[in-house]
């Protein structure tokens, strides 16, 4: 089980360009921060590597400024918006621990990957006029940290860890250029 205080800051942008009509331009940027909670399940092997899935859930407070070519808003009420984000997220991770003997100082320092799937539910006063209300993302997540042994069953553990979610988008055809991305960076 994990609890984890985390920053983040988001930015989404889209472009296409019609062939046949006006182009369309979007953009979305957002900076919170806030508390998750994560639940993982897996194998330790010969206590040097780990391999575990992984559920959490979370929600950040921040500001959002949205732009979009199609929409009319001043920039005062659609800039500096009150955001609340709940944050889903699952996927795998393995850990290595690389100093596995229990007379080592470093024993149960720990580096860990993790990858997988983040969904975000951005709720605030222009997210729905903005078409704005989630996005879905992959995500990459490296941690290191220590575990405290308190037991034989349980550890104890403070780590450090950033992330990055991005997905983005080309596509071009004889009617249209589309491009987008949607990237978030995350520091726990």
Known sequence: LGVNFYIS????EEDNDYSY?????????????GFNIEGDLGILIKDFIGIRGFFGIGEQSGESKYWNSNVRCDRDSCSDV????????LGISA??????????????AYV?????????TFD?????LFDREGSATMFLKLEVGKLFRISETWNVGVGVAYS???????????YEDTYYSDVKHSFW
């Open 9 to 12: 800051t988001l930015t989404y």
């Open 21 to 33: 009509d006006s182009d369309y331009e979007a953009q979305h940027d957002f900076d919170g921060k």
């Open 82 to 89: 009150e955001t609340d984000v709940v944050h889903i997220f």
């Open 95 to 108: 850990t290595l621990f690389p100093f596995n003997r229990s007379d080592n100082p470093m024993y149960n």
């Open 112 to 120: 860990e990957g993790a990858f997988g799937l983040s969904i975000q």
């Open 124 to 128: 605030d006063e222009v997210a729905e």
């Open 164 to 174: 990055l979610d991005i997905t983005a988008e080309t596509y071009h055809d004889s």
